[in-house]
């Protein structure tokens, strides 16, 4: 740099965010519109999940994982805990202007996990099937190893028990009151629910 050529030593150029937000490469991707359908029989087990997302992947050039964040590593998580027999999935690749597109905090699990809970949330609320920790449970995979119809088969995992715990500790049972107490404040309160998948083959250490 001209700076260190002048001081006779090098230099050390440090981006601040308002310079680096820009050009540094990033998880725009995710936000992306994208459309889901989750197909749910009349006593509410699922049958089916379809979704299709426009993603962009880069402003001129591919990073490692430009194509796979919203591929690879977003479609094979869209079966969450739960035993779907089909997903079909579709995403078109888009070259954009935008900052380069890379692996960044999640790199496509976090907008799978999105997709499939908000339909799962849809799906509880439905006026026909208002049983929301009742429907995640009558979906969960129950038999393992599990083999999904996107990729990967899961070979341990405990999801009721997992529910069981996270609805003490969130005191699901005393919603009720909690939600009058808070009316009297004019205050709104809802109950929200949410479960993340995550795998961890790919970052397994093995130790002798």
Known sequence: MPVGGAQGRPARKVDWRPHAKPSSPTRTAAITRRTAELAVDADGKI????????R???????STFASSVPTYLYAPLLSGQYDIPAIYCEVDGVYTNTAPVDAYRGAGRPEATFVVERLIEVAA?????RIRPKFRRQNFIKSLPHQTPVIMAYDAG???????????LADYSGIAARKAESAKKRLEARPGLLRLHRGLRHCAERRR
Do not use: F, M, V
């Open 56 to 62: 962009p992947i880069s402003a001129g050039y591919l």
């Open 47 to 54: 049958l089916a999940l379809a979704g299709q997302a426009p």
């Open 125 to 129: 609320r439905a006026d026909r099937l």
């Open 158 to 168: 405990d999801y009721e028990a997992c529910l069981d715990k996270a609805l003490e």
